[in-house]
């Protein structure tokens, strides 16, 4: 019933933009923490960023600064917004959402729902 779908991914250069976006379906965003985590090889999923009960972003601190989360142009979606892109940001992109509280919003465990992800990959 529950499905989230990204969309967005590509290869780039570093410094090139990527927007990334979450079409959501079966979910309420008001009644949800709506996420991006990425997982490079080798390396555990990472907290990106998050919309938070449909109010507050909070971004982790790898990208804070260069990425962006919102509400995308269409109902039901998340956009991720990623500017100045560095070969570290390559990795399977993941849009998440969860009834997580403010504490756990960080957690991979605080979400119940997972995309199938969108490579990105930054090419030096």
């Known amino acids: 019933q529950v499905q989230l779908v990204e969309s967005g991914g590509g290869s780039v250069q570093t410094g090139d933009s990527l927007r990334l976006s979450c079409a959501a379906s079966?979910?309420?965003?008001?009644?949800?923490?709506m996420a991006w985590f990425r997982q490079a090889p080798g390396k555990e999923r990472e907290f990106v960023a998050v919309?938070?009960?449909?109010?507050?972003?909070y971004y982790g601190d790898s990208v804070k600064g260069r990425f962006t989360i919102s509400r995308g142009g269409v109902r039901n979606t998340v956009d991720l917004q990623m500017d100045t892109l560095r070969p570290e940001d390559t990795a399977v992109y993941y849009c998440?959402?969860?009834?997580?509280?403010?504490?756990?919003?960080?957690?991979?465990?605080?979400?119940?729902?997972w995309g199938q992800g969108t490579q990105v990959t930054v090419s030096a």
């Open positions: 998440a959402a969860g009834r997580a509280i403010l504490s756990s919003i960080r957690n991979i465990n605080a979400y119940a729902y």
């Open positions: 919309l938070f009960r449909n109010t507050h972003t």
């Open positions: 079966g979910i309420t965003f008001s009644n949800y923490a």
